[in-house]
């Protein structure tokens, strides 16, 4: 089982339409949840981080944490076509210093 | 508003080449953290290090591979001998106050090496 896991896509959503991203994580001791953003031959861009269970919003990012269930999620609304990049979902745990990537879930925001 | 920097951008290197990327860490920024990210796949963790510290090396290959972050000047990362599956984006990432759960990583725009 892999550490964090995200569906790969592609995913493709209307322009206007809401996104929804989705992660799980295996170790019930992560603290921190990140969300980035990375266009093709770009750099990782943090979106949104999270701690607590339940949901975070920023602008027309919503990121959403349960815990219980191990399971973190971004909702991306009034998707426009400038979203479109690969979502990057990542977990750290409080007994570990480094951050643990999921491989990625690619958004297509079709016009 | 000096971000993290890395150099060079891009790195073309023959087979038996040795390769060194380097990593500028945010300014008052004193952790550095290495990443691969292979074409078309998530970033895997290589190392974390502090100033003349390595913390945590436990996504780095055994052989070949090796990264310091000195008192002074950049952190290197530097591949031996390398082989066409080295071929990868190296990214670096860099953290001010490490051990915080809170702890955010800003990333640098990537060495891309390329292993003829």
């Known amino acids: 089982q892999k550490e964090v896991e995200q569906n790969s896509g592609p995913l493709s959503v209307p322009e206007g339409a809401i996104a929804s991203l989705n992660c799980t994580y295996s170790?019930?001791?992560?603290?921190?949840f990140f969300w980035y953003r990375q266009y093709s031959g770009k750099s990782p861009e943090l979106i949104m981080s999270i701690y607590s269970n339940g949901d975070k919003e920023d602008g027309r990012f919503t990121a959403q944490l349960n815990k219980a269930s191990q399971y973190v999620s971004l909702l991306i609304r009034d998707s426009q076509p400038s979203d479109s990049a690969t979502y990057l979902c990542?977990?750290?745990?409080?007994?570990?210093?480094?951050?643990?990537f999921g491989s990625g879930t690619r958004l297509s925001i079709r016009p | 508003n000096a971000g993290v920097m890395q150099n060079p951008r891009h790195l073309v290197r023959r087979r038996g080449q040795e390769a060194r990327l380097r990593c500028s860490p945010m300014k008052g920024h004193s952790h550095v953290y290495w990443y691969r990210q292979l074409p078309e796949e998530g970033l895997k963790f290589m190392v974390y290090l502090q100033k003349e510290n390595i913390i945590d090396e436990s996504g780095m290959p055994k052989e070949r591979f090796s990264a310091e972050f000195p008192k002074e000047g950049p952190s290197i990362l530097r591949i031996q001998q390398v082989v066409r599956g080295d071929s990868a984006a190296y990214f670096c990432a860099s953290a001010g106050t490490s051990g915080s759960y809170q702890e955010t990583q800003y990333f640098g725009p990537g060495t891309r090496l390329l292993v003829l």
């Open positions: 170790d019930r001791v992560s603290q921190s």
């Open positions: 990542a977990v750290k745990s409080s007994s570990a210093s480094k951050i643990i």
